[in-house]
T-cell receptor, first 110, second 117 residues
Framework: QKEVEQDPGPLSVPEGAIVSLNCTYS??????FMWYRQYSRKGPELLMY????GNKEDGRFTAQVDKSSKYISLFIRDSQPSDSATYLC??????????FGDGTTLTVKP | GAVVSQHPSWVICKSGTSVKIECRSL??????MFWYRQFPKQSLMLMAT?????????EQGVEKDKFLINHASLTLSTLTVTSAHPEDSSFYIC?????????????FGQGTRLTVV
């Protein structure tokens, strides 16, 4: 079993839709939870970073962590065509090494 | 966020030659740097972790003699792909963090697309 499972997608939504991206994990040592956005042929860009269960909001993005269920989500409100990218969930232990999901490719159609 | 610069952004080399990729943290001191490889439509696979002034720690299955990592200063790490072959063609990405613990954000470079012909 993989340590991280990410909904594979691809996901295609109309502009303005609410997008939900999800990952599950099995390693209880994961203490830090991240979401990255990666445009084609570019390095990942950190979107959200959290370490506790609950919600964290930043603009149109909300990261949700449920440690008891080992489940994290990223919600994008009022999605825009510029949000079209691959989204990667990532997890770190206290030792600092990150493990990434396989990514979900999102297309927001105008 | 902090800036990590990776150079070159793309390189084409002949089979059997070596290629060096640089990763620089421009506005912070990177205690730890990570090197990843990403094949098309796949996620990032960690190759090695390097701490400034010490030898890199390689992940299982990564040949340390083929992928030479140097982290001689707090702002620069290099990855050298020695005797490159077509199967080494991939997208190589570095990330850098100021601390060693997981509660320090890691910032990524732009990536280097290596094509070996």
């Amino acid at each position: 079993q993989k340590e991280v499972e990410q909904d594979p997608g691809p996901l295609s939504v109309p502009e303005g839709a609410i997008v939900s991206l999800n990952c599950t994990y099995s390693n209880s040592a994961f203490q830090y939870f991240m979401w990255y956005r990666q445009y084609s042929r570019k390095g990942p860009e950190l979107l959200m970073y959290t370490y506790s269960s609950g919600n964290k909001e930043d603009g149109r993005f909300t990261a949700q962590v449920d440690k008891s269920s080992k489940y994290i989500s990223l919600f994008i409100r009022d999605s825009q065509p510029s949000d079209s990218a691959t989204y990667l969930c990532a997890f770190s232990t206290n030792a600092g090494k990150s493990t990434f999901g396989d990514g979900t490719t999102l297309t927001v159609k105008p | 966020g902090a800036v990590v610069s990776q150079h070159p952004s793309w390189v084409i080399c002949k089979s059997g030659t070596s290629v060096k990729i640089e990763c620089r943290s421009l506005d912070f001191q990177a205690t730890t740097m990570f090197w990843y490889r990403q094949f098309p439509k796949q996620s990032l696979m960690l190759m090695a972790t390097s701490n400034e002034g010490s030898k890199a720690t390689y992940e299982q299955g990564v040949e340390k003699d083929k992928f030479l990592i140097n982290h001689a200063s707090l702002t620069l790490s290099t990855l050298t792909v020695t005797s490159a072959h077509p199967e080494d063609s991939s997208f190589y990405i570095c990330s850098a963090r100021a601390g060693q613990a997981g509660n320090t954000e890691a910032f990524f470079g732009q990536g280097t697309r290596l094509t070996v012909v």
